[in-house]
T-cell receptor, first 112, second 111 residues
Framework: GGIITQTPKFLIGQEGQKLTLKCQQN?????MYWYRQDSGKGLRLIYY???????QKGDLSEGYDASREKKSSFSLTVTSAQKNEMAVFLC???????????FGPGTRLTVL | QQKVQQSPESLIVPEGAMTSLNCTFS??????FAWYRQHSGKAPKALMS????GEKEEGRFTIHLNKASLHFSLHIRDSQPSDSALYLC???????????FGAGTRLAVCP
């Protein structure tokens, strides 16, 4: 079995600050995802990547950048943190040819 | 663009009851339908999935799909307090890459 690790678990930043969230997976999966989950709500796709150095925008990409420098890692940057984007950010991965996604435990973002 | 809607938003049932959760989708070409379960503070985890019309049963859980009515559902038999969680439905259309999730149904099973 594998695991997805997200760091940090809690991230506190100031309004306007640039913040980076990291995700690592040891499944050796090709595709990785970043989702945002507002309190108790569903998941909205921010970015995904089908292979190293590939980036695809999701429905909620404005205000975010992403980076996939290695197959095993996928980073998300909040370019200018706003109070209305306090949420849990979930990373997921999926093996090629399968549809099921495997999720990490999330990073909870608080903006002061 | 695919739209996925869930009902109800929240549900409280007594232990031992049958629970039914509903999901509608907008893209009639959707090929894959799944339910994920997320316990409080934990990662969402895939529970069940289905590809074609009909039913699929795994233990106490049954998934039912009716593509003509753009509807699928999850039924939990003999609901347990440990089933209390946020249930997310998801549908896939187009490439394998993008699952569209619903907003979730929060289930509480009371002993």
């Amino acid at each position: 079995g594998g695991i997805i690790t997200q760091t940090p678990k809690f991230l506190i930043g100031q309004e306007g600050q640039k913040l980076t969230l990291k995700c690592q997976q040891n499944f050796n999966h090709d595709t990785m995802y970043w989702y945002r989950q507002d309190s108790g709500k569903g998941l909205r796709l921010i970015y995904y990547s089908i292979t190293e150095n590939d980036l695809q925008k999701g429905d909620l990409s404005e205000g975010y950048d992403a980076s996939r420098e290695k197959k095993s890692s996928f980073s998300l940057t909040v370019t200018s943190a706003q109070k209305n984007e306090m949420a849990v950010f979930l990373c997921a991965s999926r093996p090629g040819g399968a549809r099921e996604q495997y999720f990490g435990p999330g990073t909870r973002l608080t903006v002061l | 663009q695919q739209k996925v809607q869930q009902s109800p938003e929240s549900l409280i049932v007594p232990e031992g009851a049958m629970t039914s959760l509903n999901c509608t989708f907008s893209d009639s070409a959707s090929q894959y339908f799944a339910w994920y379960r997320q316990h409080s503070g934990k990662a969402p985890k895939a529970l069940m999935s289905i590809f074609s019309n009909g039913e699929k049963e795994e233990g106490r859980f049954t998934i039912h799909l009716n593509k003509a009515s753009l509807h699928f559902s999850l039924h939990i038999r003999d609901s347990q307090p440990s089933d209390s969680a946020l249930y997310l439905c998801a549908a896939l259309s187009g490439s394998f890459n993008k699952l569209t999730f619903g907003a979730g149904t929060r289930l509480a099973v009371c002993p």
